[in-house]
């Protein structure tokens, strides 16, 4: 390794085994493949929102993480909003919703759904 190289351990992304399991559940229902796509919108309180999806394809420049069984997939612009990321699938009193836990939001809205860097 020379100077100029930087190795990082943090992963560009990355999928709970709670959330691969509800996308291969919900995959199966589908008749889809297991490949979930994460992509940030703007909009929201905060000024930009997850949208979660089953995927219809995977493009050449999309990032992925393998989970148990489930892909994630994440496009190059949504993932400048999202690096270092993990997606979870939380159930609570509230519901059930797949939760991202970002490390890069500077602010969110109360309920949780939109968010500011």
């Known amino acids: 390794m020379t100077e100029t190289e930087v190795i990082s351990m943090t992963p560009v992304i990355s999928m709970t085994a709670n959330a691969a399991r509800r996308v291969a559940e919900i995959a199966t229902k589908l008749g889809k493949d297991p490949v979930l796509r994460l992509s940030v919108d703007g909009g929201g309180c905060s000024g930009f929102q997850y949208r979660f999806g089953l995927a219809d394809s995977i493009e050449t420049d999309d990032i992925q993480a393998q989970g148990e069984?489930?892909?994630?997939?994440?496009?190059?612009?949504?993932?400048?909003?999202?690096?270092g990321s993990a997606v979870d699938f939380v159930e609570s009193l509230g519901g059930k919703s797949f939760k991202v836990t970002n490390p890069q939001v500077q602010a969110g809205c109360g309920c949780g759904s939109s968010f500011s860097v």
Do not use: E
């Open 69 to 83: 069984g489930a892909s994630l997939v994440v496009d190059p612009i949504s993932l400048d909003l999202v690096r």
